[in-house]
């Protein structure tokens, strides 16, 4: 979604307390940062935010969703090393926001 999107589902309480979203470069693929929805307020995570952001129209929303997000229980029974699986989530997690973005895109 676009920041006025963003803004708007923020204004409506369709985004909750708690929620992360994953700011992209739409033409790279390339999280740039991850913000927080919190108490009413958007945190920037790390540090300082570009306001760029807001009105470029290559940078796209998307909110974190509990599928999204997969958590490593038991790393001992993994065989790869912890690189490989860094890599191995964020590809799944990839596919993921890529699913949900088809999936909204396809319910609108």
């Known amino acids: ?10 204004h ?4 909750k307390d708690d929620t992360k ?4 470069n739409e033409l790279t693929g ?6 927080e929805y919190k108490n009413g307020m958007l945190k920037w995570k790390p540090g300082e ?3 760029s952001f807001l009105c470029n129209i290559d940078i796209d929303f998307f909110i974190e969703e509990n599928n999204e997000i ?4 038991n790393p001992d029974t993994w065989k790869a090393n912890d690189e490989d699986i860094v890599n191995i989530v964020k590809t799944i997690n990839e596919l993921v926001r ?3 973005k088809l999936r909204k ?4």
């Open 1 to 10: 979604m676009k920041a006025n999107e963003l803004f708007e589902e923020i």
């Open 70 to 73: 997969l958590e490593l229980r």
């Open 105 to 108: 895109e396809t319910e609108e």
């Open 30 to 35: 390339d999280t740039l940062t991850t913000i």
């Open 12 to 15: 409506c309480g369709t985004i």
């Open 21 to 24: 979203i994953n700011v992209v």
């Open 49 to 51: 935010f570009d306001t």
């Open 98 to 100: 890529e699913v949900n």
